[in-house]
């Protein structure tokens, strides 16, 4: 006899990003079904301090709802943001990021945070990604024509693979949160079910910091290079000046000299004193010729430091903080 068993569907993960004020505690509230669950404001400052998750069961399937620290909160150090948000991903790999932007207000702020998870969570990020909207009783007309009079917003909406979606959270009809669980699944199986893990953030991270080592090293070059050929430069000022005021009479008037001389029409030059100290044009001349061998050997050495730099930070990423499992 042959049975017919429900396999049971596979567990969810979620995770709320989002700027300071945005949402994230209430609508992972909404998600799990227990408004108290995260704590969570009426006003724009953080509640937020640490990363937090929670867990809930809906038709047999497990969700992990994980709510974040707001990342313009500036009683939070961004470093220590990082640090938990990394902790967060060893726990749990995520099948979804709801990016959490509220509507009504002006975007330049969130545009600055958005940027930056973009930048952190790198290129894997845009194809995990819902943007939840709240504060959906605010909006007085279709979100589509709401998007399109906004620029900016709608290119973030389509950056993203998931779309968009509006949550109000002061409202407890759950066909919202049933809406945007179908979203999430919809996308789930676009991604092949794959999920964004650890080591794409820490790949993520030691390409940024590459990318700063590499930066710092150029622009330590250009200062080296710039000091030293400004020298040069000088250098090469001070010998033309010096070379117009001391210059030697060309060959031809020595010449015409020593004839008239000869047929008695200009009397003998009288005999040559001891040669002088180099004057002004010799010893500047130097300088140029120090200035250039300077600037090159500066060009040089700028290059040598930045390889050696860049070569401690890839060894530093792949054995220390940023080493991958």
């Known amino acids: 006899m042959q049975r017919n068993i429900m396999e049971k569907p596979p567990d969810m993960s979620i995770m709320l990003l989002g700027s300071t004020g945005s949402g994230k505690s209430a609508s992972g509230n909404t998600i799990i079904g227990i408004r108290e669950t995260f704590k969570e404001d009426l006003s724009n400052e953080s509640v937020t301090r640490t990363c937090e998750s929670a867990q809930t069961e809906l038709d047999g399937q497990t969700i992990t709802v994980i709510d974040t620290v707001g990342l313009s909160d500036t009683s939070v150090k961004i470093t220590d943001a990082e640090t938990q948000i990394e902790q967060m991903l060893t726990l749990h790999s995520v099948d979804v990021f709801l990016l959490v932007i509220k509507l009504g207000e002006t975007f330049t702020e969130n545009s600055k945070v958005v940027k930056w998870i973009q930048d952190h969570f790198g290129s894997k990020f845009s194809k995990h990604t819902i943007v939840l909207f709240t504060h959906g009783d605010q909006l007085h007309e279709p979100i589509e024509r709401y998007l399109s009079k906004r620029e900016t917003l709608r290119s973030v909406v389509d950056q993203c693979s998931g779309g968009f979606h509006v949550f109000n959270n002061k409202d407890e009809d759950r066909s919202q949160v049933t809406e945007l669980l179908e979203k999430i699944e919809s996308l789930r199986i676009k991604n092949a079910c794959k999920r964004y893990t650890e080591q794409d953030y ?42 117009g005021r001391e210059a030697p009479k060309p060959p031809e008037a020595s010449m015409l000299e020593k004839l008239l001389v000869l047929i008695g029409l200009k009397a003998a030059a009288p005999e040559p004193e001891p040669e002088p100290e180099p004057g002004l044009a010799a010893t500047v001349g130097k300088t140029v010729v120090i200035g250039a061998g300077g600037a090159a050997l500066a060009i040089a050495a700028a290059a040598i430091v930045g390889a050696g730099v860049y070569l401690l930070a890839s060894n530093y990423s792949s054995k220390g903080k940023y080493k991958s499992n």
Not at 208 to 231: E, F, P, R, T, W
């Open 202 to 243: 820490k790949q993520t991270q030691r390409a940024l910091l590459l990318k700063k080592c590499a930066v710092g090293a150029v622009i330590v070059g250009a200062v080296i290079v710039g000091a030293v050929g400004a020298v040069g430069a000088v250098g090469a000022v001070g010998a033309y000046e010096a070379v």
